[in-house]
């Protein structure tokens, strides 16, 4: 069965980077877009962008752009978000989550969802 | 604040149904599907309904999506105990692309 992946908590201090990885099986990696949502403590979700498990493209929501990076190695079907200066406002669960629909299409159809990392930023 | 708009919570008993609605725009709601998410306690968000209206394999019939203009409503009938969730609409908007409801909290009372 489809599946998602990813690694565990982070504490960090505000400035520092982080690193979350998701890795994907179940189904072919290339074929299908992931996005990347988060959500922070008693808020609703989020939805940070997407990327192009084929070609690497990426799309960001207008508040994540310049901090978040995407990228993926598709040899081991893992896909990455880096987050930079880390802020206090960053704490939050992020999720991978498969675009339902393969590529090329994408049309924001969240069909499968990481069990989530839980990223504090706190000094 | 969110772009689509939905209660913060709703109430019914057991047996009984309940409708959350989710408010938003024509740049949203009014030209593209809606999407809808089952939350339990301390889980990822689930798919419930894709498409405004289907239900991805798994999900029961008592959960049921509709949309008129520029508002969406999620229905569930029989309520259960299990239900008790938060449920998020979603959807993609021209201008600020993936956008997400505040969420409704369910409460079978």
């Not at chain 2, 990822?44 to 520029?70: M, Q, W």
């Not at chain 2, 239900?83 to 909290?105: H, I, N, P, Q, R």
Request: overall charge positive; aromatic content about 12%.
């Amino acid at each position: 069965q489809v599946q998602l992946v990813q690694s565990g908590s982070e504490l960090k201090r505000p400035g520092a980077s982080v690193k979350v990885s998701c890795k994907a099986s179940g189904y072919t990696f290339s074929r299908y877009a992931m996005n990347w949502v988060r959500q922070a403590p008693g808020q609703g979700p989020e939805w940070i962008g997407w990327v192009n498990s084929n070609t690497g493209e990426s799309t960001y929501a207008y508040g994540f752009r310049g901090r978040f990076v995407f990228s993926l190695d598709t040899s081991v079907s893992t896909a990455y978000l880096q987050i930079s200066s880390l802020k206090a406002e960053d704490t939050a669960v992020y999720y991978c989550v498969r675009e339902g629909v393969p590529l090329p299409q994408y049309y924001f159809f969240l069909d499968v969802w990481g069990n989530g990392t839980t990223v504090t930023v706190s000094s | 604040q969110s772009v689509l708009t939905q209660p913060p919570s709703v109430s019914a008993a057991p047996g009984q149904k309940v409708t959350i609605s989710c408010s938003g725009s024509s740049s949203n709601i009014g030209h593209n599907y809606v999407f809808w998410f089952q939350q339990l306690p301390g889980t990822a968000p689930k798919l419930l309904i894709y498409d405004t209206n289907k239900r991805p394999s798994g999900i029961p019939d008592r959960f049921s999506g509709s949309k008129s203009g520029t508002s969406a409503t999620l229905g569930i009938t029989g309520l259960q105990t299990g239900d008790e969730a938060d449920y998020y609409c979603a959807t993609w908007d021209s201008s600020l692309l993936g956008v997400f409801g505040g969420g409704t909290k369910l409460t079978v009372l």
